[in-house]
């Protein structure tokens, strides 16, 4: 069988397959139907300095091949990831990633450092799509002097794994990325959800509360492979991949535009055991391919 393993930066994962954030939960809630040991990575759902009650509902909605959500990262805030979570995820025999967000840079800081006393967690991924309330509500993500003053903040103060999660939502996303590898970004991890919207006629009125959301699914596949292969090319950093994957071809779409490794999404919702479906479709296509490990065909399609 073809080696699966993958490395981004110093984080070594078992095979390139990863849940991303706010799909999986913590992981627990999956355990009684895939074997999370199987999965290279889980990145567990976002989390802020303090307590989020998120968004009213309704905040999810169908699309045509895809959905819309505005959860608003409810969450209890990482005091309380460190104090009850964390000793109940620490032991699964996976990479676990925290999702940090943030309303400003220090922020995001604090987040980060509290994190980083956590030994079994040895990355975190930054979520810059969330709105700067000291600049007028712009997204950090979307300006090459928004992402980069989170970046430098929290690399000043979290010293493991670094991987920043890239907004679609702007002209040219290679920029950001390079703004994020210049302050320290081990990795960038790409694509966050696409702003959308939609209305429900009989109601008239917009079909999730606060009227917008993001859209995720395979309807966002191909402007995914667009942007990872354009990042692939611009930064030095491993790039992951993500956005409407559903399948090991999907994952190897991404492989070869240049992910080092991808994370599923969406899809985990319509199957528990996706992850590892993907992951065996791998190894059986490299088998197939003659193909003795997948960095084979990491960026195949350059």
């Known amino acids: 069988m073809a080696e699966l393993n993958v490395n981004i930066a110093q984080l070594q994962l078992k095979n390139p397959v990863m849940t991303a954030s706010g799909t999986f939960g913590y992981g627990l809630e999956f355990a009684d139907f895939v074997d999370l040991s199987k999965i290279g990575g889980i990145i567990v759902k976002g989390t802020t300095l303090k307590p989020r009650e998120g968004n009213d509902y309704p905040r999810m909605a169908e699309t045509a ?20 979570i964390y000793p109940e995820i620490k032991d699964i025999d996976s990479r676990m990633i925290v999702n940090v967000s943030g309303s400003s840079p220090d922020d995001y800081a604090a987040c980060a450092a509290r994190i980083d006393t ?24 979307v300006t090459c002097a928004g992402a980069a003053s989170v970046v430098k903040a929290v690399r000043a103060r979290y010293h493991k794994t670094l991987i920043v999660k890239l907004s679609p939502n702007v002209t040219d996303i290679t920029e950001i990325a390079r703004a994020c590898e210049a302050e320290g970004a081990d990795s960038v991890s790409l694509i966050n959800t696409l702003m959308g919207m939609a209305i429900d006629i009989e109601k008239r009125r917009p079909a999730l509360s606060i009227g917008t959301g993001g859209l995720s ?31 090991a071809k999907d994952a190897i779409e991404f492989l070869m535009a240049g992910a080092t490794a991808i994370e599923i999404g ?3 919702f319509l199957d528990p055991a996706i992850t590892v479906k993907v992951s065996d479709g791998i190894s059986q296509w490299l088998d197939d391919h ?13």
């Open 118 to 141: 956590l030994e079994k967690i040895p990355a975190i991924e930054l979520n810059i799509s969330c709105p700067n309330v000291h600049d007028g509500g712009m997204a950090f993500g």
């Open 65 to 84: 091949r895809g959905m819309l959500n505005c959860v608003g990262l409810q969450n209890k805030g990482v005091d309380y990831f460190c104090e009850h």
């Open 217 to 247: 699914g395979p309807a966002v596949k191909p402007v995914a492979v667009r942007m990872v292969y354009q990042v692939a090319k611009a930064v030095k950093i491993p790039v992951i991949g993500l956005g409407g994957i559903a399948s």
């Open 290 to 302: 003659g193909c003795k490990h997948v960095n084979e065909i990491i960026g195949a399609a350059q």
């Open 266 to 268: 969406t899809a985990n």
